[in-house]
């Protein structure tokens, strides 16, 4: 038995060994592909990280409010704010229309007597509340109330602006306003109570602090090479789909299938011949996308990928997810009769599962019902799996759910490839 299976290992490196320029471009392409989607992200990372987004402020307020939206804009890491257009005072109209345009990507209007009536509205509130409290001055004559309509800042987008962008610089805004108005409030107690001379803490009491884990004391922040690895790892694993898929094909189309059944040997045998040969190929993928991303970023301005003390598990959700990948393609080249079937369904089906499975857009960012669909992808159980070993420091234990579901799909995914080819061959 050893023998056989020895002689069908031997028989799937000759069927790739015909191919040798497939064979290349199997583990070339992705390499490419790993480094040149990582340099994309990580420098598209940094220039967003070391560049101000200008932005447009048009002020009809002149007061202390919009004062301290334009300070604490100019403050900001993230924007610069521009007030003139070819030496002009902008208007809204204007940057409406450059908006609109697209040359610039977001445009603040402050509306007028935003200062004055906010203070006006505050004095009203707080003299209210005095006057129930019993503090106010009974021989004063009461001032007849001003009435103040609700204040709208206007908030110009591009419209190819992302909505998380948008809900980003709404959420600043609102909490710029925020601090101006509880500042506001705690200087109108002070007048109305008349104790000048005590001050109250405003300094905000809440403040958030990220934890972050830690290795060996060291603080472990994700970058991009931790995220792009594991992904394009997988996506290349699964790509072996294609051509095992093809050479069953071509298999049955030669007549080569019919050969081997008339021989002494099981249609299991020849299935593990195919296993051991592509999962050596998938770990040849991996090591080299490994090695790629340890020695080779760090010369190219890239991070190098921290593999200490996770190799091992590393290289078990790689095998699993290798498992995956070649029962995949062997249900398809199994039901697939012609190349034309196999190669565009092989590629296009790991695309759709590179896609739900979180390769391209992370999980969460998904519409709850794709999340839901996610679920299903073995790709998305790989990446969780490699996720948990890299970014959440976990042990064998806390990655078998995944791995099992994995070697659940390889078994699954063989046993419907058995099934249909002998009852194709019973009838």
């Known amino acids: 038995m050893i023998y056989k299976l020895y002689q069908s290992i031997c028989k799937e490196f000759l069927l790739l060994k015909r191919d040798i320029g497939g064979v290349i471009i199997l583990f070339l392409m992705p390499l490419v592909l790993i480094i040149m ?26 007061g202390s409010v919009s004062n301290s939206v334009f300070e604490n804009l100019q403050k900001s890491e993230v924007f610069s704010v521009v007030t003139q257009i070819d030496n002009k005072p902008l208007t809204e109209k204007m940057a409406k229309e450059a908006v609109f345009k697209g040359t610039f990507q977001l445009a603040i209007i402050i509306p007028s007597h935003l200062s004055s009536d906010l203070q006006a509205k505050i004095d009203q509130n707080v003299e209210t509340i005095v006057s129930s409290l ?15 309509s609700q204040k709208e800042v206007k908030l110009y987008f591009d419209p190819a602006t992302q909505l998380s962008f948008k809900n980003a610089v709404m959420s600043s805004i609102d909490k710029m306003i925020s601090q101006i ?34 290795v060996n004391n060291k603080e472990v922040i994700p970058n991009s090479v931790q995220h792009n690895v594991p992904a394009w790892t997988l996506f290349a694993i699964f790509f072996i789909v294609i051509p095992l898929s093809i050479n069953i094909v071509k298999e049955k189309t030669q007549g080569t299938f019919i050969r081997l059944r008339t021989n002494p040997v099981s249609n299991g045998i020849v299935i593990a011949g195919k296993t051991i040969t592509y999962l050596v190929i998938c770990m040849v993928q991996f090591y080299m996308m490994l090695a790629v991303a340890v020695f080779l970023f760090p010369h190219i301005g890239l991070p190098s990928l921290n593999i200490e003390g996770n190799l ?38 790991t695309i759709i599962l590179a896609a739900i499975g979180g390769v391209w857009v992370p999980v969460f960012a998904m519409p709850h019902v794709m999340q839901i669909v996610a679920k299903s992808s073995p790709m998305n159980w790989g990446l969780n799996a490699f996720y948990d070993v890299l970014l959440r420091n976990a042990g064998i234990l806390e990655i078998l759910p995944e791995i099992g579901l994995l070697f659940m799909f390889f078994v699954i995914t063989i046993t419907i490839a058995l099934l249909y080819d002998k009852k194709k061959r019973s009838v």
């Open 312 to 349: 091992f598990l590393m290289t078990i959700v790689a095998m699993f997810s290798g498992f995956a990948a070649i029962g995949f393609g062997i249900l398809l080249g199994t039901v697939a009769k012609t190349q034309e079937q196999s190669a565009p369904f092989g590629a296009t089906a």
């Open 134 to 148: 019993g503090f106010s001055d009974s021989t004063a004559v009461p001032k007849k109330s001003k009435l103040v």
């Open 181 to 214: 108005e509880t500042r506001s409030i705690y200087t109108a107690f002070q007048e109305q109570l008349g104790e000048g001379t005590t001050s109250f803490e405003q300094k905000s009491f809440i403040s958030f602090k990220e934890i972050v884990p830690r």
């Open 37 to 62: 989607v990582t340099l994309i992200q990580d420098s598209t990372l940094k220039n967003l990280s070391n560049t101000k987004i200008p932005i447009l402020l048009v002020d009809n307020d002149k």
